[in-house]
């Protein structure tokens, strides 16, 4: 069974950080792009950052220098390392993976709420 489970969120000060977790199941971690995807109250979901199965990453300019994403091959895990945190990063996280081979498919995680605030 293919699964995405997110966690790691929570209340934290701006200028904080967070680190979120995304355990996912083997079948699936081994030939996707991993990724953070985020939505906001009332906006569309957006992308945060990805990771390639050979370790390229991309990430959005909203969060470049600040968020960080990475992945642990042998834990099946990806991570999101949040610094510098802002009120305008309050949001719902998702975990993403999407397969590399054809035919690509999207996976999701439920999400885990991340809260920016004084």
């Known amino acids: 069974q293919v699964q995405l489970v997110e966690s790691g969120g929570g209340l934290v000060q701006p200028g904080g950080s967070l680190k979120l977790s995304c355990a996912a199941s083997r079948i699936i971690f081994s030939y996707s792009t991993m990724g953070w995807y985020r939505q906001a109250p009332g906006k569309q979901r957006e992308l945060v950052a990805t990771?390639?199965?050979?370790?390229?990453?991309i990430s959005a300019d909203p969060t470049k220098g600040r968020f960080t994403i990475s992945r642990d091959t042998a834990k099946n895990m990806v991570y999101l390392q949040m610094n510098s945190l802002k009120p305008e990063d309050t949001a719902v996280y998702y975990c993403?993976?999407?397969?590399?081979?054809?035919?690509?498919?999207?996976?999701w995680g439920q999400g885990t709420q991340v809260t920016v605030s004084s």
């Open positions: 993403n993976a999407r397969r590399e081979l054809i035919p690509v498919i999207d996976y």
């Open positions: 990771i390639t199965s050979g370790g390229r990453t």
